[in-house]
């Protein structure tokens, strides 16, 4: 009875809504790969509607909406309590759009830039140092200063040679391993994601010939 049907309002009362959503080549905040496929999160105000049998709820102006990767998605479910979240990408907030995101270097870009400006250090912290000791041993005697810088110079050159080369090194291949583990994550969710689709479209097909066989049959 319509007349028995009352709204109830409050700033507490929300909805939450998950979405696959099919687009092409998208860019997202916390990821190195663009994503044509991805998950979208969308929180708005609520309202609900009761009678004596049932209730209805609204969902109603936007509060926010966010988007994340696959990857993003199952490290949120799966790694609660744990660390400051996972990354998303803000689309709209207040149900207004928010700018999209800047164009910036990826962490492979990153670290093979800082390497370049290491070994420009490098080279030019060389040149110098084989200046300077050109001019220590031409004195024909050497002060206890002088072997101390040809020995703190020495120590330099090694720890370079022997530790801070191989870092960079490290980190960039340690790069690489990740955004090709987050290209294998991303490709395997979007394969389950098709077999799910094509299994469900396979059972709704049986279903329907089994309805239609024993509609035939009751005939």
Request: net charge neutral; with cysteine; charged share 35%.
């Amino acid at each position: 009875m319509e007349k028995e049907r009352e709204r109830y309002q409050h700033e507490s009362y929300g909805q939450i809504q998950f979405s696959r959503i099919n687009g092409r080549g998208i860019n997202f905040y916390g990821s190195e790969l663009k994503q044509d496929n991805y998950i979208s999160l969308t929180i708005s105000k609520s309202e609900v509607d009761k009678d004596l049998s049932k209730e209805w709820y609204y969902g109603k102006e936007e509060i926010i909406k966010v988007r994340m990767t696959t990857a993003q998605f199952s490290e949120l479910i799966t790694s609660l309590n744990y660390g400051s979240g996972a990354c998303c990408t803000i689309e709209r907030f207040n149900n207004k759009p928010v700018e999209e995101l800047p164009n910036v270097e990826s962490r492979k870009e990153f670290v093979h830039r800082k390497f370049k400006e290491r070994m420009k250090m490098f080279a030019n912290k060389i040149r110098a140092n084989k200046d300077r000791a050109k001019e220590i041993v031409k004195k024909k005697t050497l002060s206890k200063q002088d072997i101390h810088d040809l020995s703190h110079e020495l120590e330099w050159l090694t720890q370079e040679v022997e530790s801070n080369i191989p870092y960079f090194a490290e980190c960039f291949q340690q790069t690489m391993d990740e955004v090709v583990y987050e290209a294998k994550a991303e490709v395997e969710n979007a394969l389950l994601h098709k077999i799910n689709v094509l299994g469900l479209n396979e059972l709704h097909k049986q279903n329907n010939l089994l309805t239609d066989k024993k509609n035939d049959n009751d005939v």
